[in-house]
């Protein structure tokens, strides 16, 4: 009966799998045997088509056995299997693991598949994305009369929002929305910059409070004055008219947001580009909806008279952005910062990792080892969304292939961008959402140089110091 019921569970997963042969009348196919060395020790078969899917499947079943420690080749004395076909002996703590992680890396776990759709315009979140980066870099080219000039996610989300009189850290995630632990790093960062100091006021509750010092106070004053010489500057550029239609569209939009979003968009921790964290609260339907979430993201809801008009040019497009990650992440179809920038560069046929370093643009703005590098460790291969042969660290020929939940993370994209664009429409009105789009579309063709289909929003957490200095 036990082993009915792995061979199910285990079949339910194989049929979603692509690459991966099920039993039929003519040979066993991919099959468990559990205890052929005693109770606790099972033998599983593999078998794999001879393509593309198939070999990104073998590979993925090695990643996960080797992990778990399990043995390749294991002996069966058996000769109906086909050649080629793979026997790992498991403990049963190690067969349930397989079970686990091969579902996670399957499409199960996932929303619906969208329908193939080619793009005819270049997506509403990939243009509030380019200017959104086009500003930060903007800001970073005015000069600050030779004093340190703060990062620009360092002064919206941390320097921006504590008064003269200082700030319980707690308060802080609440006014900036970010988690917990991006918040101890944040407030690490800038108090070994000398820019605050942290005084433990209750020994048993934890609270603390945070005052600027002196040069924390001038940084927080420079942070100001550049945000709005850098949006002179876009005045100058593209026209007062162009900029005022934007920003109004853009509050148009924020304005009717049930929840507070922040003013730098930065992802859940240091190496989570999730904006919520997940779904760990579930979502609440509302109103006011309360999107999926981490146990470390704070909840705001909006006051509805809050004035969003007068917000920097940033925290708008910030907090749009970020409305529009979170509504694409909620229907299950993985990461916005991952389907929109690294997916797109890899096809059926997979990619080697010395081509995707070649890319114009992609490498320069996030390093290729944070994404994949064929070690187990970064990103994308631990969470079973890509799969990397095996080799020498510096083989840069290695090939990169798509997981069944890489491959409907890629083909969905095109589609639900589009989808959302047209519910924000209904939802906020077609003319906000509309001139958004025109004007951004307008800016674009201008921007200097290719600029990223998603910002990198944890770098800012870890890199901050690189791009402050004096200027």
Request: aromatic share 8%; net charge neutral; hydrophobic share 35%.
């Amino acid at each position: 009966m036990v082993e009915e019921q792995v061979q199910r569970e285990l079949l339910s997963i194989y049929e979603s799998y692509p690459g991966i042969i099920t039993p039929s009348s003519e040979a066993p196919g991919s099959h468990v045997h559990l205890g052929v060395d005693g109770a606790n020790e099972h033998i599983v078969a593999m078998s794999f088509e001879k393509s593309n899917e198939g070999r990104s499947a073998e590979l993925v079943v090695d990643f996960i056995m080797n992990r778990e420690g399990a043995k390749r080749d294991a002996g069966l004395a058996c000769d109906c299997y086909a050649q080629g076909t793979v026997f790992y002996g498991c403990t049963q703590e190690q067969l349930g693991s397989f079970r686990r992680y091969l579902n996670y890396g399957s499409h199960r776990p996932m929303g619906r598949a969208r329908p193939k759709t080619m793009q005819s315009s270049t997506p509403l979140s990939v243009l509030l994305s380019h200017a959104f980066t086009a500003f930060t870099d903007d800001y970073n080219k005015t000069t600050s009369g030779g004093r340190i000039k703060p990062h620009m996610g360092v002064w919206s989300n941390v320097l921006r929002w504590i008064g003269d009189e200082g700030l319980d850290q707690r308060e802080l995630g609440k006014l900036a929305i970010l988690s917990r632990r991006a918040l101890r790093v944040a407030v690490r960062n800038v108090e070994e910059q000398g820019w605050l100091t942290v005084e433990q006021v209750h020994e048993t509750r934890g609270a603390k409070v945070l005052r600027l010092t002196s040069e924390g106070r001038q940084a927080r004053g420079i942070g100001e004055s550049l945000i709005d010489e850098a949006e002179q500057g876009w005045r100058s550029r593209f026209g007062n008219g162009r900029v005022d239609k934007l920003r109004s569209s853009l509050a148009a939009l924020a304005g009717q947001f049930e929840i507070e979003l922040p003013y730098y968009l930065t992802g859940y921790g240091t190496a989570d580009l999730q904006v919520t964290g997940g779904a760990y609260f579930p979502e609440q339907p509302g109103p006011p909806r309360i999107p999926a979430h981490g146990q470390d993201w704070p909840v705001v809801i909006r006051d509805p008279d809050s004035d969003v008009a007068n917000l920097p040019l940033p925290a708008l497009l910030s907090q749009v952005l970020a409305a529009f990650t979170i509504d694409y992440e909620r229907e299950r179809l993985g990461w916005l910062a991952i389907a929109s920038r690294f997916l797109q560069l890899v096809d059926a046929e997979g990619a080697t990792l010395g081509q995707l370093q070649e890319i114009e643009g992609f490498a320069a703005d996030t390093s290729l080892k944070y994404w994949v590098n064929g070690s187990g460790k970064p990103l994308l291969e631990r969470h079973l969304i890509v799969v990397v042969e095996p080799g020498k660290p510096r083989d840069m020929n290695r090939r990169v292939y798509l997981t069944p939940k890489g491959r409907r993370m890629r083909g969905s994209y095109p589609h639900a961008v589009m989808e959302i664009e047209r519910n924000w429409e209904s939802l906020y009105g077609a003319g906000h959402v509309a001139n958004i789009r025109t004007t951004l579309e307008a800016f674009d063709s201008t921007f200097a140089r290719a600029l990223p289909d998603y910002p990198n929003n944890t770098a800012w957490l870890s890199r901050w110091k690189w791009q402050s200095g004096v200027l």
